[in-house]
Every structure is written in C-alpha cells, then in structure tokens.
Nanobody, 122 residues
Framework: QVQLVESGGGSVQAGGSLRLSCAASGYSQSISCMGWFRQAPGKEREWFAHFYTDSGSTLYTDSVKGRFTISQDNGKNTVYLQMNNLKPEDTAMYHC???????????????WGQGTQVTVSS
C-alpha cells in the first residue's frame, strides 16, 4: 500500500525558512507526479506546487513562486519542499500527494500524506 509521510513542519517567524520532506513507500510502479497542497483553517485545500517526474519539471502557484522549491532524492524516494521567506499567510497544514498517471492535474493525485503543520508568526 502506498504511504506518504511528511515531516519538517513547525513554527517560524515571518521571513524564516522550513524544509518539508515527503517520504514515499509501498509502491511498485513509477510515480508520475508529486504534489504539495495546503489547507489553512476555514479554507479549502489548495494545490500550490508539483514535480513532474518524467520531465523533471516543476510548477508553482504565483503566491509561492520564487520562495518555495521542490526537489527530489530518487535514491530515498523522498521529495523535499524548501520554503524561504515565509509569510503568515503560509500558515496551513501541508500535505504531499502522489499521482501514478496523468500530468499532475489536481484530480490525478490519488495518494495523500497525513500532513505537517506550518505556522508562521508575524
């Protein structure tokens, strides 16, 4: 069974940095896309970044572009999310997700981690 486990969340002040990890296990076919989503209190879950494994390409929503960076360690089946210059509006529960088909559309993601909390104070 596919499992995704996030880690690395915490509390930081505005302007600070965190690096989240997402370790994937329990799968036999290649993951086509790893995505990051977040959900702030009272808001819907939103996609904000993904890594398309076939091409190595990444895509970010405008609100995190230039501040967040996805990278992958194939040997460890782990995807990282480096978050710099964090803002209070980045406060949310962060989830990674995996897709085994498709081209990284939000509906392609079938497996989800439990989430890790990120809190940014002003």
């Amino acid at each position: 069974q596919v499992q995704l486990v996030e880690s690395g969340g915490g509390s930081v002040q505005a302007g600070g940095s965190l690096r989240l990890s997402c370790a994937a296990s329990g799968y036999s076919q290649s993951i086509s896309c790893m995505g990051w989503f977040r959900q702030a209190p009272g808001k819907e879950r939103e996609w904000f970044a993904h890594f398309y494994t076939d091409s190595g390409s990444t895509l970010y929503t405008d609100s995190v572009k230039g501040r967040f960076t996805i990278s992958q360690d194939n040997g460890k089946n782990t995807v990282y999310l480096q978050m710099n210059n964090l803002k209070p509006e980045d406060t949310a529960m962060y989830h990674c997700a995996a897709a085994f088909r498709g081209t990284c559309a939000p509906s392609d993601f079938a497996y989800w981690g439990q989430g890790t909390q990120v809190t940014v104070s002003s």
